[in-house]
C-alpha cells in the first residue's frame, strides 16, 4: 500500500511550522525571562544600596551612642569616686590588699566588669568592680575571723585599671554539672554560707533559681559565686541592687537551695545522719529547720542548732 503522493509535503510542512512556533515560543520565553532578570537585577541593587546607607547610618549611630555612653560612664565614674573616695580609699583596697593570695598555684578564675546601663544593675564597669571587690573582700575576711575555708572562691589578685577581679576556682555550676556527685549536709552548708555572709556584712540577691551562681565542688562542697548583685553594709551602690534589696528577690535559703539541688539531675542529696529524739517545743516555737537571710542577719529557728538566741556566733 502506497502512502498519498501529497502526504510526504503536508509532514514537512506541519514539521516546519512546529520548529517555527517553538523557537518563536523559546524567544519569547527567553526575552521575558531576561526581561525579568533585569527588573530583579535593577530592585536588587536599589536593595543592596539601601542596605549599604542604613548600614553605614547604622554604623555612626553606634559610633555616636558609644561615644555618650563613654562620657555618660565617665560622669558616672567620677560622681562614684568622689562619693565613696573615702570608702574605697581607706576600707576596700585595703581590705582586698590584706585578704588576697597572689601565691595561689590552683585553678583559677578572672572576671573583667563590665558596664551594664541597658540591663542588670545599671553600674559602669568601674561601679561593678569595686561592689564585687568590695563584697569578696569583705567575705574572705569573715571566713578568716570564723575559721572557714570554703562555701566561697578566694580573691588572688585584682586590677583596677583593667577592672578585673582573679578568684580561686570554686567548682562547677548546676547548669553545667555532667558528673554524677553526691552532697552532704545541705542544711549545715546553708547555715556556714549565711553565717559566713551574716559575718560580712553582705546581702546576697542573686540566688537565680537555675543555680548558675551555685557551684559544687568534686567533694560535694556547696559554692556561691558571682557578686555583682549583692548589697555590703549599707552602702547603696546603685538602684537596681536597692530594688532587689526591697523586693528581697533572690535572697539565699535552705528551701530554694534544697529545690535547686533537687532539681539537678547530677546531684544527690545524702540522706541526713540519724539524729537522737528530742522532746517537742513547748514555748510557742515553730519545729523544724529553718533559715533565711533577712536584711543581711540571718534568723535562725532555734530548734536548727538547739542555740538561744544569746549563743549565736558573731
Known sequence: MHDHPDATPKRAIETTTSVRIRRFLKHVL???????????????????????????????????????????????????????????????LPRAAKVH???????????????????????????????ELDAISRINAAMLELGETRHFPLLVDFSIPGRTITLTHAGTTLPELREPILVHEVEAQVLRIQAILEQAGVLYLDMHSSGKNLAVS??????????????????????????????????????????????CPCVTIAAPPALRRHPQPTNGHRSGPQAVQRNGALARNDSVRGLDAGDRPR
Do not use: C
Open 30 to 92: 527567553d526575552h521575558s525571562l531576561g526581561a525579568v532578570g533585569l527588573t530583579l537585577a535593577k530592585h536588587y541593587g536599589n536593595l543592596a544600596r539601601q542596605h549599604d546607607r542604613l548600614a553605614h547610618r547604622l554604623e555612626e549611630l553606634r559610633h555616636k551612642t558609644d561615644e555618650q555612653l563613654s562620657t555618660a560612664e565617665q560622669s558616672v565614674d567620677y560622681l562614684f569616686s568622689m562619693h565613696f573616695r573615702t570608702y574605697i580609699e581607706e576600707e576596700v
Open 218 to 263: 568534686p567533694d560535694g562542697i556547696l559554692n556561691v559565686i558571682d557578686f555583682d548583685m549583692v548589697r555590703t553594709g549599707d552602702i547603696p551602690f546603685g538602684p537596681a541592687v536597692e530594688d532587689m534589696h526591697r523586693r528581697g528577690s533572690g535572697l539565699i535559703s535552705l528551701e530554694n537551695i534544697r529545690s535547686m539541688l533537687e532539681r
Open 101 to 131: 593570695r597572689p601565691h595561689h598555684d590552683g585553678p583559677v578564675h578572672v572576671k573583667r566588669a563590665r558596664t551594664r546601663f541597658f540591663r542588670w544593675n545599671g553600674m559602669s564597669a568601674y561601679q561593678n568592680f569595686i561592689l
